[in-house]
């Protein structure tokens, strides 16, 4: 396993709620922005949200303001990100990314060092 680890993802309905979990171990996790980002079958990797090392700034995508919350726990090394209001279109595998290059994490994929390896989100019509 790699330093990054995400769990909670599974098969929703339309209309459902999950929350992604982004664990991490062995380095100093609270100098680390963390971003989640997902990529569907036959697309790209699309950007989802971000959050800087304090847990006091974030940043979404458009395509899931208002229904997706990222959030933090540095004493438990944890980020999650809690989706609501699911869509068909969310269905994809989500990673969560960490650098520590940045105060909050931007929204490209290139500028993170280090990625969990993945979570399928499946959601039905």
């Known amino acids: 396993q790699g330093w990054l680890v995400e769990s909670g993802g599974g098969l929703v309905q339309a209309g459902g709620s999950l929350r992604l979990s982004c664990a991490a171990s062995?380095?100093?996790?609270?100098?680390?922005?963390i971003a989640w980002f997902r990529q569907a079958p036959g697309k790209e990797q699309e950007f989802v949200a971000t959050i800087s090392n304090s847990g006091g700034n974030t940043d979404y995508a458009d395509s899931v303001k208002g229904r997706f919350a990222i959030s933090r726990d540095n004493a438990k090394n944890t980020v999650y990100l809690q989706m609501n209001s699911l869509k068909p279109q969310d269905t994809a595998v989500y990673y969560c990314a960490g650098t520590a290059g940045y105060l909050l994490g931007p929204r490209q994929a290139r500028t993170y060092d280090y990625w969990g390896q993945g979570t399928q989100v499946t959601v039905s019509s």
């Open positions: 062995g380095r100093t996790f609270s100098q680390f922005a």
